[in-house]
């Protein structure tokens, strides 16, 4: 998965994707949709194939964002 740097002027235009609530981390290496992987305070956020962030789940069942220092391990 590509880790994008952006800064916070770039994060705040980016729309978040209402089609795509989330993505889950398995997604973030198979799902032809997502771009890369950004860090938005201590989240890991996608961005998607039309330039929309969505946040990263642990699953598809979870309440909880993962935080983006975890993806860096696996």
Known sequence: ????KL??????????DTKI???TKAQLKTSP???GI???????WALTINN???PVKP???SIFCV???????N
């Not at 998965?1 to 994008?4: D, G, P």
């Not at 860090?39 to 890991?44: D, E, N, Y």
């Not at 935080?67 to 391990?73: P, S, T, V, Y």
């Open 7 to 16: 800064n916070e002027k770039e994060i705040s235009e980016l729309r978040v």
């Open 38 to 44: 950004f860090k938005w305070g201590v989240q890991a």
């Open 33 to 35: 949709k997502i771009k």
């Open 59 to 61: 699953n598809k069942n």
């Open 67 to 73: 935080r983006f220092d975890e993806l860096k391990h």
């Open 21 to 23: 609530q989330f993505v």
């Open 1 to 4: 998965m590509k880790i994008l």
């Open 52 to 54: 929309k962030k969505v």
